[in-house]
């Protein structure tokens, strides 16, 4: 276990914990609108219900994550402050995963807006908006991968692993029931589902796997002010 683990703050905790919740809820959400579109769509289950459950799952995933952004910025260790909560890859410490962090967050709340909007917009450009939550995923999943210095505990690897597992799961799935037509929409989704999975076990192989990758990781931090 890390030292980290042993002796963070508080805030630390609270942070880490959101943020795994955060990303279970957004792949709960985003398996269930996978798994209940288009013709895969259950027939014992009533539209209205399938929605209002992706709905709240939405929005309890947007106050784990409002909770987890407060937090990890109110956190004096790295002294991120408020700009790099909307603004990517601007931080000092491990800067391209919070990057993807954030970048992931601006997904969601455009998806978050243009859902507000819908009605002004029209069905087919909040749809195509609303698409980017299969983009804020991975990029969820890469930050939490590459920004926790407890990526390494056994409870957090097997997280991430049944995260992945329910999505590419859930995309084979789809593809399997899919009808006709829109072969470029398969085939891009079947190879993003191929393809996640090899890249974060190649990068979980050569970077948070490997002993003192956490420190080197945050070297920035460590020459500002200490490391934890």
Known sequence: MTTLALTGSPLWYASRASGTL?????TATLVLGITSGGRSAPRRIGRFE???????????????????VVTAVLDPFVHLGWAVSLVPFGASYRPLWLGLGTAALD???A???????????GVRRWKA???????????????????????????????YAA???SVVGAVWWRLAKAGPGRAAGRLVAAVAATAVPVVLAAFLATGPLQP????????TTVLLG???
């Open 163 to 165: 995260c992945l597992a």
């Open 50 to 68: 399938i929605g209002l459950l992706h709905r709240n799952l939405s929005l309890l995933t947007l106050v784990f994550l409002a909770v987890h």
């Open 107 to 109: 997904l969601l709340l």
């Open 111 to 121: 998806v978050l807006v243009t859902s507000a909007l819908r009605l002004r917009l």
């Open 129 to 159: 908006v609303h698409w980017l939550t299969y983009a804020a995923w991975p990029l969820a999943l890469f930050h939490g991968v590459g920004t926790g210095t407890d990526t390494r505990l056994p409870l957090q690897l097997w997280l």
């Open 212 to 219: 003192g990758w956490a420190q080197r990781a945050a070297a």
């Open 226 to 228: 200490g490391g934890r």
């Open 22 to 26: 955060s990303l279970i809820l957004l």
